[in-house]
């Protein structure tokens, strides 16, 4: 069966710092990736997608970047953090043939 | 980009009340999903519609997707304090999936 995993859960980071958020898929190969953003517990942004490794596309611009090294392998990345980019991070894959999403436990980050 | 609006952004009911929570698109839909989240968790997925005025049931939780495939409708019948969470509808397009608003659901025991 398939499973998605992301960490950290928890991250407390200073304005400027840099932010990695992992995300893995097991049971499945080449799925649709996505990571979304939920600010104040409300409906979820979509930030980036991949269909492929090292396909990535970008839906806001923002100062987050996404990476796809491997199949199962999903990075959300910033070189500098903003005040702004503190909140809940999910990341999901697509079963396919059914349209149905699957989340992870989600990483909630804020920026002091 | 896909617009998802819920309505009412967020909702407190006495349990055992009936409850609906609105989605409305923009543009047609080529599939509306339904989901739950409960407080800081991920989401759980609980029906989809796929077929204009399809209506899909789960315990007491009832999804209608209108003819034009532009609205739906989440219904629970006689609510629990388990019901409590952000109700979320989504839609996807190609490859993307996105989001509506959210509705916040409070049952108050």
């Known amino acids: 069966s398939q499973t998605i995993h992301q960490w950290p859960a928890t991250l407390v980071q200073p304005v400027g710092s840099p932010l990695s958020l992992e995300c893995t898929v097991e049971g499945t190969s080449n799925p649709n990736l996505y990571w979304y953003r939920q600010a104040a517990g409300r409906g979820l942004q979509l930030l980036f997608y991949?269909?492929?490794?090292?396909?990535i596309s970008s839906e806001v611009p923002q100062n987050l970047s996404a990476s796809r090294p491997q199949d199962r392998q999903f990075i959300l990345s910033s070189k500098k953090l903003l005040l702004s980019d503190s909140g809940f991070y999910l990341c999901a894959y697509l079963l396919e043939g059914t349209g149905e999403l699957f989340f992870g436990e989600g990483s909630r980050l804020t920026v002091l | 980009s896909q617009e998802l609006e819920q309505s009412p952004q967020s909702l407190i009911v006495q349990e055992g009340k009936n409850l609906t929570i609105n989605c409305t698109s923009s543009k047609t839909l080529y599939g509306l999903y339904w989901y739950k989240q409960k407080y800081g968790e991920g989401l759980i997925f609980l029906m989809m519609l796929q077929k204009g005025g399809e209506e899909k049931s789960h315990e007491k939780i009832t999804a209608k997707l209108d003819e034009k495939k532009q609205q739906s409708s989440l219904h629970i019948t006689a609510s629990q304090p388990s019901h409590a969470g952000i109700y979320l509808c989504?839609?996807?397009?190609?490859?993307?999936?996105?989001f509506g608003t959210g509705t916040s659901l409070t049952v108050i025991p």
């Open positions: 991949s269909v492929g490794i090292g396909q």
């Open positions: 989504g839609a996807d397009k190609g490859n993307q999936f996105y």
